[in-house]
Every structure is written in structure tokens, then in C-alpha cells.
């Protein structure tokens, strides 16, 4: 059985008519049939005449999109990775599902998430090693699309939940700066920090995906609109020549296993022998000191937004939320205002850095996928980014010897989403020298 797992390819085949779009989805599902017993990605799927009904005209037509279950979708139980929620079935759809369907795509299924996009996990295995975590807490987006049944999949991410289960997964996984995709019919987990992306197969699926579901306009609050992404030759990108990578330095790094170590390396070195410049970048203390700031205002706006299920549900809310809630309200007004105002100043500041620097490489997470279901994998290395609220992408470069996948971050400037995606396409080929 053959799936086509580019999204452009299969756009374009479904487009010219050369891929009946009945014949694709019959493919999707029979794979997910003999998949899910082991990989668990969704909590919900749709059958196949339900799929072949709803696909329509546009230039999503007939593709099977994965959906997080903390996105609200009209037709499918939302439970949001939560018992309290397990028989849900939201009035509307959310916005970013709405668009999906206006484009001709099709809800493949709802796919599982840690509790509220926390800790706590759900039952999603590694495609790689089912002994291994896919990572969280965007875990059932990111092994659907790393496993071949869907070419899209949307997930979220408040720390680190797009780009490392992205990482552990080996696909690509883009969140574009802070506000640029819609949050309306997402269940919060920090509305300070909360931002929506896509898993794909490569960067230029992870473009086109966003160019279709991107904003347009600004009427949610802290809504901003990215105009469209062009993918462009690097000299056509650069005013100065070729791309100049800055390799991040981190109180951190101690944490980093060595095969993490040397991917971030190896992929520099490949860089580099493609023409572009790398240097090491140390950021001052203050970048740092955003680590905690963001779990200030995550946690304080976690307690806002649970409190309700505290009081109602207290017997099927988990420990770790019911942990998340007590640090919230433990944390003064000042604290929280202190938090926020150091958000506004680093998101400012931090362009002073892109002067010199079109992209930072960064390791995505601490090494492989952790063996074991029980524990997600540690953020850290996501976290300063989801903060100040800067575009992220992470794309895999090599396989562990344990042949799980390892893979680097890049990191732009706010809203130079464009430059971003352009790096991390030139960064992509750079990479299939490793594999040529």
C-alpha cells in the first residue's frame, strides 16, 4: 500500500485529477485500520463514506487533516484529552477547523492530546518504536503524520508541543510567530502563549498549509496577520549573500544527551558546507529569566481557566492540572504583571540579534523520543520561544542508533515568518546530503 505523503504532491494529483480523492481517503483509512491498534493517534476517526461525503471543491479538496482534540469540531466528540469532557461534542466548529472544510479537506479524526494540553498522557505510541513516546502534547498530530495516514495535522503549542513531538517524530513541525493562526474554539491552556501549528512532511507542505490557514484578519484579540510565505531562492531571500546561522548557547545544555549534541553539529557542518556562515550566540540573562516567566503566566492563567473544573470535577481532574492550578494561584498580581511585561520586552529586543543572524539553530529537545509512555519529553529547549512568541520550525536530520529520529530547531525573528521558512527550506536540502 502506497500513501502520498507529500501535501503539495498529493494537492497537485488530486487537483489534475491524476488521484481519485475516494481511492486516496480508502488508502488513508485502510492504513490508519492496520496502524491504530498499535499507534493510538486518535481518540475519534470518521469512516469512509463519511469522509468521502464531506470532501469538497478548493485546494484542500479530498485531503484528511488531523485534528487535535483541544480543537472543537461540530461533528466529533472534543474531550479535550479529559474525562471531565469525554461525551463533548462542541456546537461549532472552531475557526481553523471551519477554514479546513471552506478549503475542501476533510476531518480525518480528532488526535490525542496530553490532559488540557498538560502533562498527564494520553495512549499515543511512537511510529518509530512503539516502546518510545511521540512526545506531547500535540502526540496523536504528530504520529499521524509521521506514520504516513495523513499528510496534515494540526496541534498546538503553549512550551514545547509542536516542535518536539515534531522532533521525536521526524516530520516537520512550524509554528509561526505568536497570534498569526487562530486560537477561537481552541480550550486554552495559556492565552498568553498558546499558538496554533501544522505537522507536515516537509517545509513546503508546512508553507502552503499555513498560507491557506493562516489569519486574514485581526478581529480575535492578539491576532496578528503574516502576509502570504514565499519560498524563494536564497539569493533572491538575502541582500547580503548567503545565510548567516547562529548556533545557541543555553544554560541548558548540560541536558542535552551527546546524539543531540552532535546532531545540532552535523547539521551546522552541513550548513556550512552549503555556503552559509554559523557562529555561537550567548544570550544575556534576561532572555533566560523568561524560562520562569512563562510558567508565571502559564500556570496563572491555567488556574483561571480550571478552577471551574477544579470545583466541579475535582475527582477526574488530574494531578498535574490540579498541580498547575495550586502554582497559578500562588503567584502574586506582580508577579504576573512582572511576567508580562518581560514577555512585551523580549519579543522587542530580540530582533536586535536577527541584525546579525537570519536564523537560529537550536536543539528542539534534549535527544530522542524517552522510553516510556509516562513522561512526554522535557520542553526546556522550546520554551524561551513560545514565550516571546518567535517563529519556530523543527525539522529532522538523522536517526539515533537506537533508529529514532533527531532533529534541529530554527528559530526567527517576530513576524519574519518569511525569512524563517526560507532558512529552514535552505536548512531542508542542506540536510539530504546526510542521506544522498
Known sequence: MKIQNSLLQTCELIQKEMLSVDHYLEQCVQLADTLEPTLKAFTVRATLPTL????????LRGIPVAI????????????????????????????????????????????????????????????????????????????????????????SQTAGSIIRPASYCGVVGFKASYGAVSRYGVHPVSGSLDHIGFFTRSVADAVYAFNLLKNSSTEEDDLIVIPELILKPVNAVLDEGNPRFAILNSPFDELLSQEQVDTVK??????????A???????????????????????????????????????????????????????????YLEAKNLQIALRKSIGNYFQDFDAILAPPATGEAPKGLSFTGNPIFCSLWSFIGTPAIALPVCK??????????????YRADEKLVNMAAFAEASFRALHN
Open 52 to 59: 468521502i461525503k464531506q470532501s469538497g471543491l478548493g485546494p
Open 68 to 155: 487535535k482534540d483541544l480543537i472543537d469540531t461540530k461533528d466529533f466528540v472534543t474531550s479535550y484529552g479529559s474525562p471531565i469532557y469525554q461525551d463533548f461534542v462542541p456546537i461549532e466548529d472552531a475557526e481553523i477547523v471551519k477554514k479546513i472544510r471552506n478549503l475542501g479537506g476533510v476531518i480525518f479524526g480528532k488526535s490525542v492530546t496530553t490532559e488540557f494540553a498538560w502533562r498527564n498522557p494520553g495512549a499515543t505510541t511512537n511510529p518509530w518504536h512503539g516502546d518510545h513516546t511521540p512526545g506531547g502534547s500535540s502526540s496523536g498530530s504528530a504520529a499521524a503524520v509521521a506514520s504516513g495516514i495523513v499528510p496534515l495535522a494540526i496541534g
Open 266 to 275: 552535523n547539521a551546522a557542518a552541513l550548513l556550512k558546507a552549503s555556503g
Open 277 to 335: 556562515s554559523i557562529e555561537e550566540l550567548s544570550l544575556p540573562q534576561t532572555y533566560w529569566d523568561g524560562i520562569e516567566a512563562l510558567t508565571v503566566l502559564m500556570s496563572c492563567e491555567a488556574a483561571a481557566v480550571h478552577t471551574k473544573h477544579l470545583e466541579q470535577f475535582p475527582d477526574l481532574l488530574g494531578a498535574d492540572i490540579k498541580e498547575l492550578i495550586a502554582k497559578g494561584n500562588a503567584y502574586s498580581e506582580r508577579d
Open 400 to 413: 539515533s542508533s537506537n533508529g529514532l529520529p533527531l532533529g534541529v530547531q530554527l528559530i526567527g525573528d
